[in-house]
């Protein structure tokens, strides 16, 4: 991600992807279903356009602002959010950079969200779903730090 770094360790591109979502979550077992009900050629579009976003922001080749690609989603920790829309349906990924692994990008949770926010009381609910969505990534953050990243 093409910015300056906030952290107090200089970090530069390629990073390198580690997995710490929780895959028997709730939200991303919905995400999941949601992925199987696609047919196989956009399933594999679909993938496919996931791993070239996660491949070019490993590359610092996301530039901060792009709001459609990339955004912060919370300061303390830091934490990004990787966004995709497919067949109507809005992906969140978000992830971190932990200062004790400069080379890393760590995936710590991911989601479906609804598109249709227009009505402002399904704007409050699908506001209040993301929030509980960040908190669980923080969740995620803070047991990935004392277990050194690792499942």
């Known amino acids: 991600m093409a910015r ?64 459609d690609e990339l955004g912060p989603c919370s300061v303390d920790p830091v934490i990004w959010e990787l966004k995709w829309t497919f067949f109507g349906q809005h992906i969140r990924q978000y992830h971190a950079e932990p200062t004790s692994h400069p080379d890393l990008l760590v995936a710590l949770h991911m989601h479906t969200k609804p ?14 779903q993301q929030d509980q969505e960040m908190s669980h990534a923080k969740l995620r953050y803070l047991a990935g730090g004392r277990s050194d990243w690792v499942s």
């Open 4 to 67: 300056k770094s906030r952290c107090t360790v200089e970090k530069q591109p390629p990073y390198e992807w580690r997995d710490f979502v929780q895959w028997d979550h709730p939200s991303v077992q919905d995400m999941g279903t949601w992925l199987s009900s696609l047919a196989p050629a956009d399933l594999a579009d679909v993938q496919e356009s996931m791993e070239a976003l996660r491949q070019l922001a490993a590359g610092g080749e996301i530039e901060a602002g792009n709001e």
């Open 115 to 128: 598109q249709d926010t227009s009505v402002p009381a399904v704007w409050l609910a699908v506001k209040e």
